[in-house]
């Protein structure tokens, strides 16, 4: 259990450039999420994939955003055209499927900062 | 819709004094909780969770929660601070059925312990 990873840990960007961000969660789980996390709150939930499909997208996840898991591994999560607004640690985590309560594996976070 | 509220921003303890961090939760029927906790620039890691098998939960770095359902709280206690637990933390719920996958967190409780 080599633990949840995420590249870059950290990306500052100018506004309206592309951000792409990489979560590899740990081998033997089947669902992946994203959450972002503002300054002085709590993560909140943006999407999931169990395997490679795309099961829910929350309301916060704006037609900027996109997030592929195309073979059912790693993930990725694209903001285009950034905004100052989108600054937050982006939180990645998974987890075993089918049960409810089941653990999810958080990694450290990518925080992008907008300039 | 289920939520999260914890009590208090900012919770300041002595080394060696009873840690209290609580949370209550809204939610028509009982749901998975849980508590994690955040380093500085790090990810989240799973303190301890509550999934209906007992209602005094044991969790890691003596940790502990109770859930009480007539009050709606899941509050967080640690018997004597340690210096290394100075970090923020949040409790988290997950619904049992429906959307029983995505996590909703409160807004977290830094705490600080001082020599």
């Known amino acids: 259990d080599t633990g949840v990873s995420q590249d870059p840990r950290h990306k500052i960007t100018k506004r309206g450039q592309n951000v792409t961000f990489r979560c590899d969660p740990i081998?033997?789980?089947?669902?992946l999420y994203w959450y972002r996390q503002t300054l002085g709150q709590g993560p909140e939930f943006l999407t999931y994939?169990?395997?490679?499909?795309?099961?829910?997208k929350s309301r916060l996840l704006s037609d900027r955003f996109s997030a592929e898991r195309p073979k059912g591994s790693f993930s990725t999560l694209e903001i285009q055209r950034t905004e100052q607004g989108d600054s937050a640690m982006y939180l990645c985590a998974s987890s075993w499927a089918g049960l409810a309560g089941v653990k999810q594996y958080f990694g450290p976070g990518t925080r992008l900062t907008v300039t | 819709a289920q939520s999260v509220t914890q009590l208090g921003s900012h919770v300041s303890v002595s080394e060696g004094a009873l840690v209290l961090l609580r949370c209550n939760y809204s939610?028509?029927?009982?749901?998975?909780l849980f508590w994690y906790v955040q380093y500085p620039n790090q990810g989240l890691q799973l303190l301890l969770k509550y999934t209906s098998a007992a209602t005094l939960v044991k969790g890691i770095n003596g940790f502990e929660a109770e859930f009480k359902k007539s009050e709606t709280s899941f509050h967080l206690t640690k018997p004597s601070a340690h210096m290394s637990d100075a970090a923020e933390y949040f409790c988290?719920?997950?619904?049992?059925?429906?959307?029983?996958?995505?996590?909703?967190f409160g807004k977290g409780t830094l705490l600080t312990v001082n020599p």
């Open positions: 081998s033997e789980h089947n669902r």
């Open positions: 988290a719920v997950n619904h049992r059925g429906g959307s029983n996958y995505k996590l909703t």
């Open positions: 994939f169990q395997n490679e499909a795309q099961l829910e």
């Open positions: 939610s028509s029927v009982p749901p998975y």
